[in-house]
């Protein structure tokens, strides 16, 4: 795609070869295993430039983002699958504009975070089955690797809330603990 823009836009092109190095260099630092929601935010703003730039005016995205979770800390690299999942099954099968809503706002002792697409949806009992690692779903397994992750992390009681149906989008909610034992941004989970 940047390779089209070099000989028909190459301030395009030169825009998105910087959104994909800042994407690409998150993507592979190692800094530890947590950084914080602003930080998964930014890298996710550069993976949605460069999916726009491929799919243009088929794909709308809308952030409402409360500031005071920004430092929120969570694992690295939790969010962005979440959301290459509702850019993916969000466009699915559809021939007319999908649109991705991402919140993060503020609840009490957690912070919520909500990613939603008016896609294909799934069937209920075969994302229990995903996630189960029952089956393999095609093009990946970033649901239930996040969910694992989170489940980890925080406990049980953390894991990904999701809300589905065939031909209804897909609805994904995350609650984060605002402060935990042991979790810091940019670094490893320590304890005893």
């Known amino acids: 795609m940047i390779a089209s823009f070099v000989r028909t836009d190459p301030e395009r092109a030169r825009e998105l070869l910087l959104e994909f190095a800042d994407f690409t260099r998150y993507s592979f630092r190692r800094h530890g295993d947590f950084t914080t929601l602003a930080d998964e935010l930014h890298a996710i703003d550069h ?44 466009l699915e099968g559809k021939s007319d504009r999908c649109h991705i809503q991402i919140t993060a706002q503020d609840a009490g002792a957690e912070a919520l975070v909500v990613i939603e697409d008016d896609g294909a949806g799934m069937d209920p009992e075969l994302l229990r089955r995903i996630l189960a690692r029952e089956v393999s779903p095609s093009g990946g397994i970033g649901l239930s690797n996040v969910d694992d992750r989170l489940r980890q992390v925080f406990g049980d009681d953390h894991g990904l809330v999701i809300e589905t149906a065939p031909g209804a989008g897909m609805k994904i909610t995350v609650r984060l603990p605002k402060y935990q034992p042991g979790v810091h941004s940019g670094g490893r989970l320590s304890g005893p």
């Open 47 to 90: 993976y949605l430039a460069l999916v726009r730039a491929r799919f243009g005016d088929r794909l709308a995205v809308t952030l409402q983002i409360a500031p005071e979770v920004l430092p929120v800390a969570l694992p690295f690299l939790c969010l962005q699958p979440l959301v290459e999942n509702a850019v993916k099954h969000g």
